[in-house]
């Protein structure tokens, strides 16, 4: 008995690393999505190209994810697990030196594209393979662990593009960077990911077959429309900031820091009550969500009350997300993975409708930028309606 004590103690230790490991995986693979954004004036100017194509590094990233994803997933769902993610991360790595070393706009989309293929695999992969690292009881926390080096590249990604592009002179510096990084959690996931860790096999008909489920259907719809709310109005953050709030530049950096450290508490505490409580803490985020960004137009002439309506609204942003995560993988039953991979387009889908949608806003005049956030709200809304029409009779009433 003590034997088996100390095996399973020495397991669940390791697998902990592991966790750590896939944090940092999704820390390297979320920074390198922003990482540019700061910097697409002084792209655009080396490669002498317009700054609206420069822009493309950025947009076209997130739709290659969305399409990639599930894509690639279905390709690769008979490879063993763990070889796979060193695989992918390999490719991180080469695609990342070939954008620090390129001087021609074409290869430097061209690998970005590459870095946004292997994205969307690894980290529908690394979700079901944290959930599966520890027990059922705990596994909306273990991919609370593995997304919380998503939100702290959602802090942390653009001002560390700057920092490292201004200190160097050089906007290939955070490509090699990110390199050196993905280098690093490359030897992490060899060396702490269990070599067992492969996923009962399925076939890519039974993967496919989860989707005739109308509840994931519009599960999924509810994420995109949820995590799309957030975008209508953050894409315009800093105008609003700048040009309704009356904040000075020079703030806005420290603002959006705020926003960043709502995103990682919001995914902790979500994280925490999902394993218990999904739907009530997707229903109860999503509400705050609506609540925040449909009343922020009323604290904009005290800096303050915004500065916390931004931390609340980030803490909102994210905490619906591991619940809708562990509710999707856990109606996918045994055949989890295109089903994550599903989750990471509905992400960016979201991300791009969203600022679409608010880019419709503020070209329809009216109140502009200043109303992105409330029409934001009501994204939040229809998100809670589609995600009640998801919940029938049963074990969903029980959460």
Known sequence: MAISTRIDQERTDANRFALLAMAMTSFGVGTTETIVTGLLPDIAGSLSV???????LVSAYAWCVAIAAPTLTALTLRVPKKPLL??????????????????????????????????????GIGVVVSAHLVDERRRAKAVG???S??????????????????????????????????????LALW???????????????????VFRDGRMLLSYAAMIVGFGSTFVGFTYIAPI?????????SSVTWVLLVFGAGLSAGNAAGARY?????????????????????????VYATKWAVVAYVFLWGVASYAFVPALIMRILTRAGRAPNLASAMNVSAFNAGIGGGALVGSLVVKGGGAGVAATPAVGAAGAVLAIVLLALSVKAGADRAE
Do not use: Q
């Open 241 to 249: 900031l700048e040009g309704v709030a009356a904040f000075p530049p």
């Open 86 to 123: 060193l695989v992918l991360l390999a490719i991180f790595v080469l695609a990342h030196v070939v954008s620090a070393l390129s001087g021609s706009y074409a290869v430097l989309l061209m690998s970005r594209c590459v870095a946004a293929a292997v994205h969307g695999v690894a980290m």
């Open 274 to 298: 999902a394993d218990t409580w999904p739907l009530r803490t997707a229903f109860v985020s999503l509400a705050c969500l609506a609540c925040v960004m449909g009343s922020l137009g009323l």
């Open 191 to 209: 060396k702490t990911l269990p070599n067992d860790v492969n996923l009962h096999v399925t076939s890519v008909a039974s993967e496919v077959a």
């Open 149 to 186: 080096g998503i939100t702290l590249a959602n802090v942390a990604g653009v001002p560390l593009g700057l920092f490292l592009g201004h200190a160097f002179s050089d906007w290939h510096a955070p490509f090699w960077a990110i390199a050196g990084w993905g280098g690093l959690s490359l």
């Open 50 to 56: 317009p700054l609206s194509s420069a822009g493309l």
């Open 145 to 147: 662990v593995m997304l």
